[in-house]
T-cell receptor
Framework: GEDVEQSLFLSVREGDSSVINCTYTDSSSTYLYWYKQEPGAGLQLLTY?????DMKQDQRLTVLLNKKDKHLSLRIADTQTGDSAIYFC?????????????FGKGTHLIIQP | NAGVMQNPRHLVRRRGQEARLRCSPM?????VYWYRQLPEEGLKFMVYLQKENIIDESGMPKERFSAEFPKEGPSILRIQQVVRGDSAAYFCASSPLTGAMNTEAFFGQGTRLTVV
């Protein structure tokens, strides 16, 4: 398909790990990204991974990349209420040579107490 | 540094009116990107501008939409004769140099356009 695909919702208990999955479209993408959008706010770059890596860890965040399946995941360890947000997966925009991004629809992460 | 500033935050327009959305990039950033987020959708690239130049507008509808980034002042996204389908959140991002969009870009809070 032409779109970056993500599940729309994920509900986890506080303290558990959250795993948000994404499938992207362009196997030649050099970087892949995770953005976080809190209510009423703009997008914030959370982390990114270079395409020659399989895994990147940054404190509570772990990004896994499976290039063969074009699958990207974001794991948040010890999920906290402050992690409630929409998480967008993104890859470089493939049209027209721009430096922009193509985003998925976003995964709403819901934290249960 | 106040970050990327978009105004207005909310804009209501009647069908057929014009909408003008403004984006002031971060200080020192000369590259601006506009994205549109339709309800229940991800952000879609619209246009990429540098000062006084449109670099790529391949994501922008051919009619009624235009964008500019003058030498002085904010970038403007202009939508003429708005229709209900234009109702969306419009986000602006800025970056300091080419190729840095993806790791050094900052997004504004967006302008939510509602067409009634």
């Amino acid at each position: 398909g032409e779109d970056v695909e993500q599940s729309l919702f994920l509900s986890v208990r506080e303290g558990d790990s959250s795993v948000i999955n994404c499938t992207y479209t362009d196997s030649s993408s050099t970087y892949l990204y995770w953005y976080k959008q809190e209510p009423g706010a703009g997008l914030q770059l959370l982390t990114y991974i270079f395409s020659n890596m399989d895994m990147k860890q940054d404190q509570r965040l772990t990004v896994l990349l499976n290039k063969k399946d074009k699958h990207l995941s974001l794991r948040i360890a010890d999920t906290q209420t402050g992690d409630s947000a929409i998480y967008f997966c993104a890859e470089p925009y493939s049209g027209g040579g721009a430096d922009g991004l193509t985003f998925g629809k976003g995964t709403h992460l819901i934290i249960q107490p | 540094n106040a970050g990327v500033m978009q105004n207005p935050r909310h804009l209501v327009r009647r069908r057929g009116q014009e909408a003008r959305l403004r984006c002031s990039p971060m200080k020192g950033h000369s590259h601006v990107y506009w994205y549109r987020q339709l309800p229940e959708e991800g952000l879609k690239f619209m246009v990429y501008l540098q000062k006084e130049n449109i670099i790529d507008e391949s994501g922008m509808p051919k009619e009624r939409f235009s964008a500019e980034f003058p030498k002085e002042g904010p970038s403007i996204l202009r939508i003429q004769q708005v229709v209900r389908g234009d109702s969306a959140a419009y986000f602006c991002a800025s970056s300091p140099l080419t190729g840095a969009m993806n790791t050094e870009a900052f997004f504004g809070q967006g302008t939510r356009l509602t067409v009634v």
